[in-house]
């Protein structure tokens, strides 16, 4: 299996640039799958390869088989599939490897630690993929498969994974939408964004050097409760307020009790 | 006024780097207060001066006074202040400028857009600085001593100063309470932090090319409730739980409404 055919299921943001990662380390793509025809057929085209809409018709005769939907629409996928012989891999963080075992014995999990855009490239080299699998077999091919493409390759049972997906919720998802309210605030103010871009790219760059715990800065952590409460008091949004409170509140709390 | 003989009232996370860094652009640091001697001692050999604990001692020499303390202890500083013939400042992101005004002619704001650690030295070339001054001339003497260190000096008035300050807050401050959130949930499970940088540092470079609301990723966006209800539920501390309960609910609606 030294180069295994893969068929790619999802053409959503990490199926698009796992997909183009694969195609671009010379493995071959055999088909895309996604209800959705246009970003089927877009993908299909970076990796030049066919694509369908209709599950039935993804094909059999792949190796690897890689589920990158919704968590919520994959249960629906498994139950219309045809019968495959090769290994079926999801790519989610928070879905048990055992979702796959009514269907098949040869199964596993491929979950890449990133935040994927369709529109930007990501150097999959540095980016940590956690593998778990159904067998020995399975490992060593999943492992093969992750270490052609990343050098950050490790076994991960999925207790661990959902963990690690939640704290990837929080230094990601739940970040860039902190950046995304500094926005808001400063296009209020008929800002531009990029006055706030070396303060965002220093704080990502100081915990190169400091635990998160030793760089907080700011005036929850000082407890200055005259700019905490007149801050606040900025908000008009309700649900910006809250957040607002709530964070500060749990910062000042986390560094009472550490300190 | 080629080169301004300065006095920092103040030794902690900001008052260090900026002392620091006019000491090393070749400014004359003519003495350090803060009301703790350890810290007022420790910054006074960082720049070659003297220092003090009590502001009646501060000296009166000086051509400008930078006040770089919490918010919440100015006013009580301003009151002990000698009489003095130079331009104060302070460095505030929400304090307005003219807390001075009973005080002094001659005043202004000097802040830096940054996040301070004492010990991480910071390029202060590139860290936007916002001022403002009580005349033209105030004006020009704090473009002049804020040009020498950073290359992105803006001036702005105290109004949209303190909503510079409130963008501040969620994307440095909040952020770095969302990475040591994750720091905390991989520690539990003796996953080591490094594992999430490479995410981390994707997430804030990837806002260099497209908006933090394109950029916008994870379960709350997709709506992807199998997902969150699973991970709110791994939240055994009430405060983490509705963190993140609020945020999945806040990114969902931001997406909503927006498209």
Known sequence: LDHPRI??????????????????????????????????KTLA???????????????????????????????????QLPPLKGLLVHTGGSIPMDIFAPY?????????????????????????VCIEASGEKELKQLAALAESISRHVLPVNSDRRKYIHLAAVFTCNFVNRMYDIGAEILQQQQLPFDLLQPLIDETAAK?????????????????????????????????????????????????LSNR
Chains 1, 2 share one sequence.
């Open 104 to 128: 098949s014995d040869s199964y596993g999990v491929f979950y890449p630690l990133q935040t994927f855009s369709k529109t930007r490239k990501i150097d999959f080299a540095e980016t940590p």
């Open 207 to 255: 915990i190169h050097s400091l635990s998160p715990f030793e760089a907080q800065t700011g005036p929850a952590v000082r407890y200055d409760r005259s700019v905490t409460e007149k801050q606040s008091a900025l908000l008009n949004d309700e649900s910006l307020k809250t957040i607002y409170e709530l964070m500060s509140k749990n910062i000042h709390q986390r560094h």
């Open 45 to 79: 085209a970076m990796v030049d390869t066919d694509y369908t809409t209709e599950i039935p018709h993804i094909g059999t005769d792949s190796d690897i088989y890689i589920f990158s939907v919704k968590d919520d629409a994959l249960p629906g996928i498994l139950k």
């Open 7 to 40: 068929t790619i299921i999802g053409a959503g943001n990490l199926a698009t640039r796992l997909a183009v990662a694969l195609y671009e380390h010379g493995f071959c793509i055999s088909r895309i799958y996604s209800r959705t025809a246009d970003s089927a």
